[in-house]
């Protein structure tokens, strides 16, 4: 009954900030001052966590293509695992790692302090005034992060294909466009600005509800980024099972 009781209260929660962020005014300095945050803090890692999975997707695919001597696939494989997959899903671990910890700790610190109901008090909003702006900031750096990922990973995996592996530099870029197509990336992005949507719901709900304390903030950032992977998996399955269902 727990579980459901805090399933509940998370649904109530994004529909109130979903009905908050139609408000007047809308806080664009905030929202510029959060995304730029989490850019700071996410990019650098973020781009240097693609290097290895690109680097380890062209070794295991190019061990694998080679065994029934289809070298030239490697490109297009490298593509679809790092533009479907393997972009979105770094993204959204990313943001939930750095950007939403940072989110839940600032906004817990608020709630422990009090800051929270002295807003309401003055009549003030806190979903309108704090959780909007960092929802619609997490969302539009997340697509922005994506691209990112996909660039390094997709370069990683070319240098390491065609410099490691004695992969073919045209066969590896011309094989780019047989299996792949410009919706892989269109769904890419849009799982992207689910992913980071949803790490910051789960980053506000868990700030605006901690208590006990310090050590409670402390609890409730663990449990922001514990429940962002479990949701963005199931996210991830959901949306690819669409995708894959209306393109075929």
Known sequence: ????????????????????GLKRPFHWRETL?????????SAL????????FGAVLALQAGNLIRQFGAQSFTGATAVLGIVREAGPVVT??????AA??????????????????????????????????RVVACALV?????????????VAS?????????????AYLQSFTVLAEPSDLWVAELKALVFGASAGLIATYKGLTAKGGPKGVGEAVN?????????????????????????A
């Open 92 to 97: 959204a671990l990313m943001v939930a790692g």
């Open 33 to 41: 001052h959060q995304a730029w945050f989490i850019v700071t803090v």
């Open 142 to 154: 997340a697509p922005l992060l994506n691209g990112l990922v996909t660039t390094v990973g997709l």
């Open 223 to 247: 449990q922001t980024v514990v429940f962002s992977a479990l949701v963005l998996f199931a996210e991830n399955f959901l949306i690819s099972a669409i995708h894959a269902r209306t393109a």
């Open 158 to 170: 070319y240098l390491f294909n065609v410099v490691a592996q004695g992969g073919s530099p045209g």
């Open 100 to 133: 939403g910890s940072a989110i839940c700790a600032d906004l817990g610190a608020r709630k422990i302090r009090e800051e929270i109901d002295a807003l309401e008090v003055l009549g003030v909003d806190p979903l309108h005034r704090l959780a909007v702006p």
């Open 45 to 52: 890692p973020t781009a240097l966590v693609a290097i290895p």
């Open 1 to 20: 009954m727990r579980a459901v009781l805090v399933v509940g209260e998370f649904v109530a929660l994004s529909l109130d900030t979903a009905r908050a």
